[in-house]
């Protein structure tokens, strides 16, 4: 097809900030290559953004505004982009253009998360599309591989690093024995994090990107409310050692696992283990590990922020809509993988019925008969230890850490264990937490 036989599609973006100016930029860079793929020209008519002083965007050409209803409501817009983050004045300016008859492509993870089950019903009742392969993991199309590229599989599990900034963190604190204060402010100075960085370290952005993923794995409605969410805040530089020594790293894991009983959504600090490739994946990058029935385990692997990688889904969700412009709703790609007549009533179990493997650090004092106690509680549980690691005081110091690997068990157990240990005179700390997942290392 000549992509010259047909008038160019026209573009409208919401925000011109980073990812906004990476978008303009592929656009214009590599247009001869999207029009081929394409079939049509696709050119940026229309933008708006809050400081169109600031932006970086190449804007040439573009009818610029400070309102994005002027962009929404503009008739010769044919499909808009929405760059803005966070939930309004996004929202209403996705569902007012798709009530205008325009496709929607976003980068909004948070957008999707919580609010995708009400755009994708508008989308499908006024017969638009709506591409959101950059809300999740920056420029690896995990979207698209799970939704087309594995769909003839029955996805068993999802594990994700899904947030450079908490990635890198940890990587720091492995690799060069930071604490966690230490390598936070500098991933703020190196411009990593936030200066409010409570999205990333407390697992929010990652869960937001978790509850897109399982949706699309296991045809279900997207549903944030039930992920469980813990951060990297408490993480100390001596747990990332004695994982370490037990041959184990510490990531920040995104986990989607679907059972006969219902599926379990959660993101928190993980020890896998080393030989994993997962565990070797380090600073700010990405990687998603998805098990099919059919493939087993495959991995995706990148970058997962960025001007240029974002971008670079943005475009390609571009050209998806424009090569199907003219295809029946019917023939088209669901965008949650299943049609949406078929999503499934799956429930989303709670973490307390979650079954995992654990690492537990104690401060006990340094006395005969604790390590007996604590071995007695969790054989009262029906706890079983997989490893117990002692290590000595400190100099003049009367408290010693413990390290145990316990055997999987149910989160409810572990939690009656934790709070029996706890109540023990000789424990002078709350006791540290940390999951621990094989990945069918084994």
Known sequence: MNAHAYPPVKIGILGLGTVGGGVTRVLAR????????????????????????????????????????????????????????????ARTLVLRALANGKHVVTANKALIARHGNEIFAAAGKAGMMVGFEAAVAGGIPIIKAIREGLAGNRLEWIAGIINGTANYILTEMSDKGREFPEVLAEAQALGYAEADPTFDIEGIDAAHKLTILASIAFGIPLQFDKVYVEGIGRITRDDVAYAEQLGYRIKHLGLA????????????????????????????MNAVLVKGDAVGQSLFYGAGAGADPTASAVVADIIDVVRTLTADPENRVPHLAFQP??????????????????????????????????????????????????????????????????????????????????????????????????????
């Open 341 to 442: 007549d078929s999503l499934s009533d799956l429930p989303v179990l709670p973490m307390a019925e979650v079954e995992t493997a654990y690492y537990l650090r104690l401060q006990a004092l340094d006395r005969p008969g604790v390590l007996a106690d604590v071995t007695r509680i969790l054989a009262d549980c029906g706890i079983g230890i997989e490893a117990l690691m002692q290590k000595e005081a400190p100099p003049s110091a009367s408290v010693v850490p413990i390290i145990l690997l316990i055997n999987p068990v149910q989160e409810r157990r572990m939690n009656e264990a934790i709070a029996a240990i706890e109540a023990l005179d000789s424990i002078r700390a709350p006791v540290v937490r940390i999951r621990l997942e094989y990945l069918d290392s084994d």
């Open 257 to 284: 696992h679907r059972g006969e009983r219902g599926a379990h959504l959660r993101v928190h600090p993980t020890l896998i283990p080393q030989r994993q490739l997962l565990a070797n994946v380090n600073g700010v």
């Open 30 to 89: 590599n247009a001869g290559e999207i029009s081929r793929r394409a079939g049509r020209e696709i050119a940026i008519t229309h933008a708006a953004a809050r400081n169109l002083d600031t932006t970086t965007a190449n804007t040439a050409g573009m009818r610029l505004t400070g309102e994005g209803r002027d962009v929404v409501d503009d008739p010769e817009v044919s499909i808009v982009v929405e760059l803005m983050g966070g939930h309004e004045p």
